[in-house]
């Protein structure tokens, strides 16, 4: 069997998207009987094989969004049907995916497609998904919240599989030895002063309530006059504008450290360094970095809304993202309470193990030859 794997849509990478992109490639199984084949802009030819030997077939297509949505209209069939491919995995599938299907496909929808659809005003756009996600044979979401969701948005898909995403656990662990004389955290092209809190999220619109954040570590820091910093880990969009103003107005600016694009590479150290991990995001599907975070031995306190009190079980301290005082609450907890602190830490380490990459690849892999291609 021959699979291709689209990566349009992944942001060459530099998100949630395109790190879940990489770790699947670098998981799939090889010399089996499915045999795969990445294709897109020619500028990902490297960016997801990192040291598989995988085929990259590069796509001629001008980098803007509206040319790679008309491709994969009116072309993606067409290309899958020259390459051979018996099957196609749509990395990107709620934002990049054909209306119809003449090769079966699989789309990895790892967002929360209610929340895409409320957010985008672009009526052409809206139809394309409803209708790509309806007519492809089978979606993989990373959580029953995102099937649910998908479910109560009209999607008609006949086939749902829920497989969780993975965790690198050798990179994601606790810390061995730390350096408590070190007043600082050198992560290049980054100094960090210690201590301090980590929220990291792609800064794309107001449900990932940076915002609000800001606001509840400020009343933390009123309340308390601790050391700590906020330290806010990811890449702008223009909803970035609100938070940098946010940032300007709060008492506590000067301990407010906004790092713009972050390398994935480099998160586990962030975390491994950090106090605590704080997640307020509303539309999170997969909640990745909250066990990421847990497995490197930080506590986490998180919204309780999307699929994080899903995905984080019983191992998070929730709060709501609207209320600013009972995130401020929440802070305080992981913060200030050691016995808390220890429970959390401990419970997370251990309920991170569950997720792995060889689990969520290997299931991935299953899907495929479930489709009987």
């Known amino acids: 069997m021959k699979v291709g794997i689209d990566t349009f849509g992944c942001d060459h990478g530099r998100s949630g998207l395109g790190s879940y992109l990489s770790s699947l490639v670098h998981n799939l199984p090889s010399g089996g009987d499915v045999d795969f084949e990445l294709f897109g802009p020619e500028v990902d030819r490297y960016t997801y094989m990192g040291d598989r030997d995988f085929r990259f077939e ?18 993606a069939n067409k290309f899958g049907r020259k390459q051979s491919y018996d099957a196609i995995l749509y990395a990107a599938g709620p934002r990049m995916i054909p209306k119809k299907f003449k090769i079966p496909g699989v789309a ?23 209708r790509g996600l309806s007519h492809v044979d089978c ?26 995403s993975g965790i690198d656990h050798s990179l994601f662990y606790p810390a061995q030895d730390i350096d408590t004389g070190s007043q600082t955290v050198d992560i290049k092209p980054f100094a960090i002063k210690k201590p301090y809190i980590v929220y990291a999220s792609r800064m794309e619109n107001q449900e990932k309530k940076h915002v609000e954040l800001v606001k509840a570590f400020t009343m933390f820091k009123e309340k ?27 008492s506590a600016a000067g301990d407010i450290f906004i790092t ?45 809304s999307g699929a994080l009190k899903e995905l984080a079980g019983q191992h998070a301290v929730f709060f709501n993202s609207d209320d600013i005082e009972d995130m401020e609450s929440a802070i305080e907890k992981v913060i200030l309470d050691d016995s808390l602190r220890t429970k959390l830490i401990d419970g997370g380490l251990e309920w991170s193990k569950r997720f792995s990459w060889e689990k969520n690849a290997a299931a991935t892999v299953d899907v495929f030859h479930q489709l009987g291609v």
Not at 109 to 114: F, G, L, Y
Not at 139 to 164: A, G, M
Request: hydrophobic share 40%.
């Open 224 to 250: 308390t006059h601790l050391p700590h910093r906020l330290v806010l880990a990811g890449s702008e969009s223009k909803y970035g504008e609100q938070v940098h103003k946010a940032v300007f107005e709060s």
């Open 108 to 130: 990895v929808a790892n967002d929360i497609v209610s929340s895409l659809l409320m957010q985008n005003d672009d009526w052409f756009f809206r139809r394309q998904m409803m």
């Open 139 to 164: 979606i993989i979401t990373p959580s029953q919240y995102v099937k649910k969701d998908l479910e109560k948005s009209n999607i008609k898909c006949r086939k749902i599989v829920v497989i969780h």
């Open 58 to 75: 590069p796509v001629s297509v001008p980098d803007s969004l509206t040319a790679e949505r008309w491709w994969h209209i009116f072309k």
């Open 260 to 304: 713009g694009y972050f390398p994935h590479e480099s998160f586990p150290e962030l975390y491994r360094c950090a106090e605590a991990c704080v997640f307020p995001s509303v539309t999170e599907g997969a909640g990745l970095s909250v066990l990421e975070a847990m497995a490197t031995g930080i506590p986490v306190a998180c919204s309780d």
